[in-house]
């Protein structure tokens, strides 16, 4: 499969204002073993004072937060979708998002890349950030670490 890479996304200062921004953070893909990236990551967002919602298929509880199973069952507002998963999950990640009606970051991690649903999800509103970590680009940007 040839390399996709983003044509679609936020620049450093951008990335400075979504975190600006942000309260809620809805994880998809929110593993609850400790040694996965998305746990780690959640794990420094919520330290950082950002409300986490675990969006994953099994477990009650991630990180002390209520898990949910979709987007769609999470009843209150979002500021960021928060991916973990494979790029062609992305089109209907994009769908959810703008079926909510109140995600304004669309957040694709480190070396997830769907410049369809990216675009999709920049029409209907959405900042979009793609094949960036939210963790490093919090410390790098936000803490100058």
């Keep these: 499969m040839e390399c996709e890479f983003p044509s679609v996304n936020s620049n450093p200062e951008e990335i400075r204002a979504i975190f600006a921004e942000t309260k809620t953070i809805a994880v998809l893909g929110l593993s609850p073993d400790?040694?996965?990236?998305?746990?780690?990551?959640?794990?420094?967002?919520?330290?950082?004072?950002?409300?986490?919602?675990?969006?994953?298929?099994?477990?009650?509880?991630?990180?002390?937060?209520?898990?949910?199973?979709?987007?769609?069952?999470?009843?209150?507002?979002?500021?960021?979708?928060?991916?973990?998963?494979?790029?062609?999950?992305?089109?209907?990640?994009?769908?959810?998002?703008?079926?909510?009606?109140?995600?304004?970051?669309?957040?694709?991690?480190?070396g997830i890349v769907n410049n369809a649903a990216a675009q999709k999800a920049k029409d209907a509103g959405m900042k979009v950030v793609q094949n960036h970590c939210t963790m490093v680009e919090h410390r790098t940007l936000c803490k100058g670490q």
Aim: glycine share 4%; proline share 6%.
């Design 34 to 110: 400790p040694e996965k990236a998305s746990h780690r990551v959640a794990a420094y967002l919520q330290a950082e004072g950002f409300k986490i919602v675990p969006v994953y298929p099994k477990e009650e509880t991630i990180l002390g937060e209520k898990v949910y199973r979709s987007l769609a069952e999470i009843p209150f507002a979002i500021d960021m979708v928060d991916i973990f998963r494979k790029p062609n999950a992305l089109d209907a990640v994009a769908d959810a998002c703008i079926a909510r009606g109140d995600v304004k970051c669309f957040w694709a991690q480190a």
